[in-house]
Nanobody
Framework: QVQLVESGGGLVQPGGSLSVSCAAS????????MGWYRQAPGKQRELVAT???????NYADSVKGRFTISRDNAKKTVYLQMNSLKPEDTAVYYC????????????????WGRGTQVTVSS
């Protein structure tokens, strides 16, 4: 009943910028924390950034000052603006959301998007 669909991603040169977005849909009462994770080849999935419904953000040290997470609660969408990209940012970026489902009983669950590839290379 809940789906997360990422948009964006692609190939960008080092130092460039890219923006990805993720829209949630389905039987949703509210969304608490949303965020982005990424997984590079040969590495474990790692947290990139999170944002609460009220707008409080948290970033991995590796992306602080370069990435900005934001959200539009009305659109049930989370965004990630990535600037000053480095080759080590290359990864599949996954959206997630902590969702309170609509209806009865009230259910809580974590949902993941399929991911979008971000490649930083010259």
């Amino acid at each position: 009943q809940v789906q997360l669909v990422e948009s964006g991603g692609g190939l960008v040169q080092p130092g460039g910028s890219l923006s990805v977005s993720c829209a949630a849909s389905g039987s949703i009462f509210s969304i608490n924390t949303m965020g982005w994770y990424r997984q590079a080849p040969g590495k474990q999935r790692e947290l990139v950034a999170t944002i609460t419904r009220g707008g409080s953000t948290n970033y991995a040290d590796s992306v602080k000052g370069r990435f900005t997470i934001s959200r539009d609660n009305a659109k049930k969408t989370v965004y990630l603006q990535m600037n000053s990209l480095k080759p080590e940012d290359t990864a599949v970026y996954y959206c997630y959301a902590e969702v309170v489902g609509a209806g009865t009983p009230s259910l809580y669950g974590n949902y993941w998007g399929r991911g979008t590839q971000v490649t930083v290379s010259s």
